[in-house]
């Protein structure tokens, strides 16, 4: 009987590990390694029989690891199924009072699209004032299913970064709430946005500093057909 090369046993090693392996990259790491270290070494006895005994073992264990790492996606959470109804462009205008009462008015933009496969959303918001300017921002929203808590992490050009703790009230009813310190005082947002229907909601906001009200402002938006973000 003609004995076989390690080029022939090498590839016949790759093959099996092909088959056996090919689902779980953990499984493949681990036990790949141990087959083609038999196989290679197989003209020794004991590592026939260790060759023999792992071959066993990976038949045997591999559905079962295969199971446990191969589990489908857990069931989407309630939060994040009520995230969806953001999805798309809304257009609206808004009313904002800083401490003195003096007022602003705003006209925004805001476009949602899905992230991640579903288990989130990314947010474009462009705001436009007379008085205040061009204000842009980016945002991320996504559930912490370990702490049972919804975020909202919040980026804008004004050099400012920070989370929102997001709470449904109802399934129209989204609660957002900031807490800080801002050169040495407590800063406080708390934001409400509620559908009246499937494309429009109501928003209204409230800034405190040190516990005083800096800012308040509320307004409406209209989903509009779903287009690309605006620059």
Not at 141 to 150: I, S
Request: glycine residues 8%.
């Amino acid at each position: 009987m003609t004995e076989e090369g390690p080029l022939f046993r090498r590839s016949q090693c790759n093959s099996l590990c092909v088959r056996l392996c090919h689902k779980d990259g953990f499984y493949l790491d681990s036990v790949c390694f141990y087959i083609k270290f038999a196989m290679i070494n197989h003209k020794n006895s004991i590592m026939k029989k260790a060759y023999s005994f792992i071959i066993v073992l990976s038949l045997a264990l591999g559905p079962m690891i295969a199971g446990v790492f191969g589990q489908e996606k857990a069931a989407t959470p309630v939060e994040v199924q009520n995230l969806m109804k953001f999805i798309g462009m809304w257009k609206g205008d808004m009313t904002m009072k800083d401490s003195q009462q003096k007022t602003f008015s705003i006209k925004q933009t805001v476009v949602c699209t899905p992230i991640a496969g579903g288990s989130g959303i990314y947010i474009e918001e462009v705001s436009e004032s007379p008085d205040m300017g061009k204000m842009t921002g980016s945002d991320i929203m996504g559930y912490d299913p370990y702490a049972k808590q919804l975020h909202c992490f919040t980026v804008d050009n004004m050099g400012t970064a920070h989370d929102h703790l997001c709470t449904w009230k109802n399934d129209n009813h989204l609660y957002m709430e900031h807490n800080s310190v801002r050169d040495g005082k407590t800063y406080q947002e708390k934001i409400d946005m509620v559908f009246t229907d499937k494309t429009h909601l109501q928003f209204s906001m409230t800034t405190y500093v040190d516990g005083k009200t800096m800012e308040t402002g509320e307004g409406t938006m209209n989903k509009t057909a779903y287009t690309k973000a605006e620059d």
